[in-house]
């Protein structure tokens, strides 16, 4: 009881420091902002920290894995093993609630939820979706200016009410 | 070692941290169960992963060529993005290939140090674009058959390419969704830009009949539930095609296909001219300076 106590403390601790890495690529939010530390174990007497990619060459996971593997040794779980996870893929319907809001703060808009239905992905052309909001302004009345941006999960996009361009974590 | 913005993590001092170029990446398959299936021969799965894996590397390199020359600085960051996509793509089959057969290769192994008779990859994803409508043709062509088969290659009974074809079908949406927007602006455009994307056409429909020629191991992985016939993929090329054309106002070319040599293609290692000049500028950095990493 008091070796399993000790163990759901110690997972506890692991996924509290692993869950506070910045994202480099947007380091207003967490990994777990992001929903990409997806679990936390023990192996024996060994951490084993779950990382699932964005993007299959999404640049900054490598660095990610250093920087939670730096603070756990750091915080004395000396062989912590990080490993990669690709199944179930990310999707941005991962991202926290409070994600969400730190993405809005940055001046980031949040992504919206992903519409799937079964059967071939449907070519959606010039169509416009529901609405993104100005991050700066909350108008709805915005474009899209270009479908890729600075990263991978970026597009760009301006607010046609207060004039200002922004980016846009876009639904994958 | 911490770090609080991206900048400061790629500026510190030390070089054995690289982000997205260069050699010597570490294994982008850390910790993935790599074990073949039962049932699945790894030679055979290996064989498919460099298919897969070379039409993604190949077709990222001709992206990256157009970096500093597309026509809006919008556009060079659509392809640069789309190119980087194909690359991470490639980086987990080229993997998963070293894995499967053994022989326990790298990515920059595969990469880098193969000649050109062992590259897989459709000639389709090797030739050079005339100009910007060229690539545009070409790139929708690429996106809408690699998306049709990654769509059906995440049910494969081999867990890791269903899991690296589930990851790039949400990238490739995004790209065929480019290339067709921008297929209907200069098909329904001006006068000078239809008849580009007339000319595209016309250059891109000879290397389309490849793309649904199943080789000896797609069959015998197809039957396993491990590939994907390409020959399942025409009707829904043909009906993405014939809606984007539709709206650009353009008509599919009629042509035959591209020959190989003796019934061979790019699948066999049968590349066009091209293949040469685009391998002598990927591999002569990695083959002059053995072991370097940049």
């Not at chain 1, 951490?47 to 593997?69: F, G, K, N």
Request: glycine share 8%; charged share 20%; hydrophobic share 45%.
């Amino acid at each position: 009881m008091v070796t399993e106590l000790a163990a759901t403390e110690l997972l506890t601790r692991a996924w509290e420091i692993a869950a506070a890495v910045p994202d480099p690529e947007l380091p207003a939010l967490t990994v777990a902002d992001l929903g990409i530390l997806r679990e936390v174990t023990i192996d024996g007497d060994r951490l084993i920290v779950s990382l699932t990619p964005t993007y299959s060459a999404c640049p900054a996971l490598h660095d990610i894995q250093r920087e939670v593997a730096s603070r756990l040794a750091d915080a004395g779980f000396a062989n912590a093993k990080v490993r990669a996870v690709l199944s179930p893929p990310w999707s941005t319907d991962l991202i926290t609630a409070d994600g969400r809001r730190k993405l809005a703060e940055a001046g980031i808009a949040p992504p919206r939820s992903v519409q799937r239905a079964a059967g071939p992905v449907p070519l959606t052309l010039f169509a416009a979706g529901p609405p993104v909001t100005c991050p700066r302004c909350g108008s709805a009345d915005t474009e899209r200016t270009a479908a890729f941006g600075s990263t991978a999960c970026k597009d760009l996009r301006r607010c046609r009410a207060c004039g200002e361009p922004f980016e846009h974590v876009k639904e994958i | 070692m911490g770090f609080d913005t991206a900048y400061e993590a790629i500026t510190e001092e030390n070089d054995t941290e690289r982000w997205a170029y260069g050699t010597g990446f570490t294994d982008p398959m850390a910790g993935v169960d790599t074990s073949v299936p039962a049932g699945v021969d790894g030679a055979d799965l290996a064989a498919y992963c460099l298919m897969l894996g070379d039409d993604a590397l190949v077709m990222s390199h001709r992206l990256q060529q157009w970096l500093a020359r597309a026509p809006e600085l919008e556009e060079e960051t659509a392809l640069a993005n789309i190119g980087l996509d194909l690359l991470g793509q490639a980086r987990l089959l080229l993997t998963r290939a070293g894995a499967a057969d053994g022989t326990g290769r790298s990515e920059d192994d595969y990469a880098f140090l193969r000649g050109e008779r062992e590259f897989r990859n459709v000639r389709l994803a090797e030739v050079a674009d005339a100009d910007f409508a060229g690539l545009i043709a070409r790139l929708l062509v690429f996106s809408t058959w690699r998306l049709a088969l990654l769509a059906r290659l995440t049910r494969s009974a081999d867990p890791v390419l269903a899991a690296v074809a589930a990851q790039g079908v949400k990238e490739l949406t995004y790209h065929r969704d480019y290339s067709a927007q921008w297929l209907i602006m200069l098909g329904d455009g001006t006068d000078y830009s239809r008849e580009r994307a007339v000319a595209a056409l016309a250059a891109v429909a000879p290397l389309v009949p490849e793309l649904f020629e199943p080789t000896a191991v797609e069959d015998r992985l197809a039957a396993a539930g491990v590939a994907v016939d390409p020959a399942q993929l025409q009707a829904e090329f043909a009906a993405v095609l014939g809606q984007v054309l539709g709206e650009a106002t353009l008509d599919w070319p009629t042509a035959p296909g591209l020959a190989g040599v003796s019934g061979q293609a790019g699948r066999h290692g049968v590349h066009t001219e091209a293949m040469g000049y685009l391998l002598a500028e990927l591999q002569s950095l990695a083959r002059a300076t053995p072991g370097a990493t940049w």
